[in-house]
């Protein structure tokens, strides 16, 4: 079973093209990168809907990306993704 402690986990969904296009040139445009625009999309959206459960889920999961940064000198540059 590989270490799910060193990686962030890479997930895939459903979207048409051209939606994940629009998307990328219109965060391009304001300066954002797509996945850290997600991530704080589905961070956002726990914090209003989510149970107890939940929300400590993604105070584990914030923890773990504090670690993961610390370990690897901080947030990673943010670069435009395609």
Known sequence: MPDTTDH??????????????????????????RSADLVDHVRDFI????????LAELDAAEQELAERRARKGGRPKKEATS
């Open 8 to 33: 962030t986990f890479v997930t895939r969904f459903r979207i048409p093209r051209r939606m994940w296009d629009a998307y990328g040139t219109a965060a391009e445009r304001r300066g954002v990168d």
């Open 47 to 54: 914090r209003t809907h989510g149970n107890e459960q939940e």
